[in-house]
């Protein structure tokens, strides 16, 4: 676990970050570390920092895929896998603190490699019987499926393997897991999606949006991880195209603003996650958010934020397959009164 | 109950029907019936039919609002409202029997009025306690907005009542409700969606799209009404923008195929209906049966189906207020490999 | 559809019905109605009566059992039943009106043979996919197992199919469906359990007991069948000891007392019952109708009531198989203040 | 964090230990550990340990109720409390490693005070809005209910905020929580119940009973808290009969022997726990571990067992407001065949 911060000087980001809806500083430290599987974690906690960065930095990383990039050619099983989503990290954000948020936006994700995997796991998927929802039914069979990355045309390709179909599918990259430390001095595994972020398999994460995440211990303890080429809503058999990322982030200390759960914003739309079990309490604490992220901030009573949503909002059923289930509430900025100042 | 069944003759709509892709005849004879509070129903069940038409006919009526039409200006309360969701049917359609399936493409709907309406009934929504999720909380207060309607825009305009907050919202109305009688003898309310349709408040069921529903007594018996002028996902707060519709639809029978939950299709997309309870089994049905679907008329084996929408299915949750909860689950059909003959 | 009622005089219960808590007369002539597979019904809802009763009247009869009398020797498969839970009724209950209480006191009941049935039948049960709760997995087999009752130690025998082990189990007779035509103009299933009762597979559907329905229309309409010499809590893989039953029942109605959910009552127990899913909604619905009825009948406020039961109730969970699940909430009278006039 | 370990010698507990079931040594050191607010925990997870036991060892010690003691007369708030749940702990055993299961009987409880305490803290219960399952209601009043405790009679008194009504209430001590560190690194609130035991609100994990955890990390880790002199199914309003315990527990390290969840076991019954949300799943995974117990410890087949519990088994919901819910499923071993040897 070795710290490979760098400095890089006052880099400008001006075109990047010009007109951003956050109000981020236009310019940042570059901050690069190079992940391998040497040093990721597997769970969100309190740990060594790999590196620091101060709030208004870019951080420039690389994420292993959620095998630990242990499946490589058709055959190779699922035993080679030491653990399930290895994360990059912790980045100590300076003078984040408990109570404050961190925004992290998100400037460049790119595939990291010329090859995604997706995997029938027994035991994970929406549709077959899992630790959580056991049956007695024998578990389906394990099952790979190796994805060609095309970078020029920007697709992976899926290749049936009962049958000779193939089809490219476009990329969306984006990281499955980002999220902080726990509060209360818990300690969750990286499979997890909750209060803190984390196995999120949020779409949400991925360029021109930035991502909130509540502070809950000094430095907030950023991890990430979980690359996704492409993913279906419910990554219903458990698995996206599961890829290595290399990425860019700024990141920013919102001082002493207080959220619960983890949100998004780009210049169009606000989006508030819940993450829980079941889909029925995931979609109530996304919309409750949203409905006093709405009152709070734009000055809507929370009855006419009710009845505005249920005429124009939108729900993106992230995923149902991890031990909590993921729910983004959305609504464009458009539908609301200007922000309070 | 009067019939008011009225042969146009055989009016031919080869435009509005050329090219579509379910291979409906092209033509058809055109049934008229106006309905009013006088003779609708508030039931999916066996009744007295209002009107039959032959496979291939196109049916011209319309429907009241989900208030009977009875709150019409601010004021008017919802005890003056006589039932839920009051239908226009049952229009027996010939020839169909119990194991085939009725497709219904939707032609044209328009709104009927001026205005549309949008409520909170206390007991009734995602974010408060109901009937079916009870708390001892007090309930929320009733509350009723009445939404201006703007043809010339395609607009309705939301209009706070605790503030002065409006905003122009685009129509894109449908059917709330569209079922046949249900099978083994049952009858359900018509606030109620499940296995025959019903209160599915799909946005699916709009122009452009055909919906699919299982036949299960001679004649089918289909019903519509509670008409949306537009909603959010979820429908959260118990109403969308509650209209009466003007509506052109052409059925026609599928005979001996046998589908046991309501799907869609257009050009472009196939779409399973789940309608339970938690929103985790109202998915798990939307996706077997999309599944299913794809294994039996695009030849793909279910792990490699699972697999694929794992990568590129899309789910929209239509509401989690009714007694079950609607998730559709849909995929481009331009993922899949062509469909067998 | 015969009608068989015999009148039987006016014979005198004073021993049986003396000291009841429920404040029933305390005679009342005797209904006879002997059912078969001639005249069973398969849904609740309304169809003409079997026979008529008077508040107080006494009705003996006899249900077949789940799956008709058809499983009778080993090798029979489930194929042979005609459909499940077929009903022994409607009784029409004269006066009962909507909004008035149908009080059902069980005064007898007995398994009507020598054996039971337990059947695995695929897509039922707690454990398995069904078609609530699907999943990809192929079904487990069909399996049937058959009891031996012994009427002299008042035990049915279970014998496992893969080994030689088999174990005697105490009888414990109730009907796993009873109930009324339901409200609304809705028909329902004889699978399903919902406010009107039905297959709420309520233990407490016994001898001691007396069970409380909503009357939704006139004559109220009462059905019952699906006989169990005995139950686990929560029935898991979707059958108890499936036997024909004959029973003794004392109907009363309560008018004027309107009701929501079914309840049962004892000289030392009151009972609420909640039918819906997730289990976590049945168990919302039958405490808050456990508190409700506290705090209207024995005068606690609602908040104490609420933390009393939160030391002191207790909680029977039916059944988690049928198309909504069941729980009974329940608190001795003994920590109760006395009963308000 | 003192070391307050004093070693007894080889007291003997022949009395106590003779004819158990589960085959514990019949002597042990004794272990004592006197607990204090100066040394509590709040999480499950690798901590230094307060005290050592060997296999066999009997631990001697205290808790401080779920309110830390903050409250102790009318008009004493919530906001004195400190953090829920503060646990003694945690206990090093010695030998327990990684797929071993620890083996806790539970020799003593008593109540460590004269006074309970109820609360009704706003967020927390089954019947109102919480974190979990949020809502747009106004929370439900902060309301705080003392319980006088009488040790002669074995009895706590609830008295009625707002009425004079008052009832005694039988003990029935048990620890709320009892568990272990969890496994993969994770560290867990002590308000959470999952595999490593917690915050079950078992009142199983009383006198007479084993309870059987999982060790996920050398020397187990184990800790305990939360003591409740007496508790409603469900623990519905948030909160037991919140006490101050004294405890003795005889430890036993069964070697080789793996479990996934927590179980119970006496002379008479075997149980076993699941603890999740919603109920659905904590049922399923509770019937599952019960499936597998008897198939593997008593040789039923897996669908022999599933049918038998469908007749016989019993279940006991034991609560449905901490951030996982926890059933209860057993059977009473006389419907079992002889345990394999």
Known sequence: MVMKRQLIGFALFSGMLAGTTT??????????????????????????????????????????????????????????????????????????????????????????????????????????????????????????????????????TFKALDSNFSVKIPLHPFFGCIGVAPAGGEARSSIVPAEFGGNMDSPEVSVGNTLYLPVNVPGALLYMGDGHAAMGDGEVAGTAIEVPLRTRLQINVLKGQKINWPRFENDDTIMAVGAYRPLDDALRI????????????????????????????RIHLNEMVDPNYVVVALVEKKYLPPKKK
Chains 1, 2, 3, 4 share one sequence.
């Open 23 to 156: 109000g981020f500083a236009q310019s940042g430290n570059v901050v690069k570390y190079h992940a391998s599987m040497g040093d990721v974690k597997y769970v969100y906690g309190v740990a060594e920092p790999v590196a620091r960065l101060k709030s208004g930095d870019v951080l420039e990383t690389n994420t292993v895929d959620a095998f630990g990039n242990a499946i490589q050619k058709p055959g190779d099983p699922l035993s080679l896998v030491k653990g399930d989503n290895p994360l990059t990290g912790p980045f100590y954000i300076e003078g984040a603190q408990p109570g404050d948020t961190l925004a992290v936006k998100i400037l460049d994700i790119q595939v990291d490699g010329n090859q995604g995997v997706g995997a029938f796991a027994p035991g994970f998927g929406a549709l077959n019987e899992t630790n959580y929802t056991p049956m007695l039914h024998p578990p389906l069979p394990e099952k790979i499926w190796l994805y060609p990355i095309d970078h020029a045309s920007n697709t992976a």
């Open 286 to 313: 996304a919309f409750t958010e949203l409905v006093r992220w709405i009152h709070h901030d734009y000055g809507l009573s929370e009855l006419d934020t009710y009845e505005l949503l249920s005429k124009v909002a």
